[in-house]
Every structure is written in structure tokens, then in C-alpha cells.
């Protein structure tokens, strides 16, 4: 007779590897184009508890996203280090909706309120642009601005 002998699955030997600080090395990685989604360097973004108080915070920067003295390459590298923090045992994390970046889409209740919220968002980051624009790109960003007022004017009409 002979045995059988259960063979144990094999276990992945694929790790992860530890986040890295994004560096500004020359090559493709450093001259790629930030996220469009991402709000301007300078934003802190910062993930509250369901009572409002802060659990954890990030930077956005020129170079990445800096979470608690390291410069991640992305905002779910960050979210990814900081549910680690929080004791969370996520294997992947989106960053845009770990700091509350994206919400599902609903209809606002007051109209007037939500375009009001608009116009400040929108303020606020047109503010923070030309903050630290330089003086070779305050030609293009007035131009941009010049653009919207022409869209703004434009639906004024159409209400009027």
C-alpha cells in the first residue's frame, strides 16, 4: 500500500516592498505630470473621525504627497502608510476616497447653497495658484481666468 501525502499549497514569495521617498532623480518618473485630481501643493488633506476630530494628516507637495515626514509618489501610497498607522489591515487603499477626495455623487438639496460651496472651492484654488505662480506662467493663468469669466458671463445669460 502505498501513503498519500497532502503536498501544502505553495505560499507567495512575492512581497511588497516598503513605500519609497520619491526622489528627483532625472527619468521619466520625475518629469511625469501630477494628477489632475489632486488639489494644489500646499493642501493638507486630513481624514476625520465620524465626531470630526483628525486621525491622521497629509501634504501635497511639488514632488508627491508627504505623510508624516515621508514623500510617497501617490495619494494612495500615502493612505496606504497611514491606514498602517491607524492599525487598519487593508492590503490596497484608494487614497482619493481614504481623504475623502471623491464622494459618490447626489443631488444637493439647496441649489443655491451648492453653487455658493463651487465659488469658494473654485476661489480658494484659483487663490492658491496664483499664490505661487511664477511670474513666466501669471500671462497663461490670467488668460485661464479670463476663460471662465467669458463661461461665468456666458450662463448668466442663459438665467437671465
Known sequence: MSKKTKTQPKKSTKKTAPARE????????AAAVP????????TV?????????????C??????????????RSISAAAMAAAKDLGLAN??????????????????KD???ALERVWE???GQVETIAKGATDESRGQIA????????????LLERVA
Open 111 to 113: 441649489p443655491l447653497q
Open 143 to 154: 488668460a485661464a481666468i479670463g476663460s471662465h469669466a467669458k463661461a461665468i458671463e456666458s
Open 22 to 29: 520619491a526622489t528627483a532623480a532625472p527619468g521619466p518618473l
Open 59 to 72: 501634504t501635497i507637495e511639488e514632488g508627491g504627497i508627504r505623510y508624516a515626514g515621508t514623500l510617497y
Open 121 to 123: 472651492r473654485y476661489h
Open 45 to 57: 488633506l486630513k481624514k476625520v473621525d465620524r465626531h470630526g476630530a483628525v486621525r491622521c494628516e
Open 35 to 42: 494628477d489632475s485630481r489632486l488639489p494644489p501643493p500646499g
Open 91 to 108: 492590503r490596497t487603499q484608494n487614497g482619493f476616497s481614504f481623504f475623502g477626495l471623491t464622494k459618490p455623487a447626489r443631488p444637493p
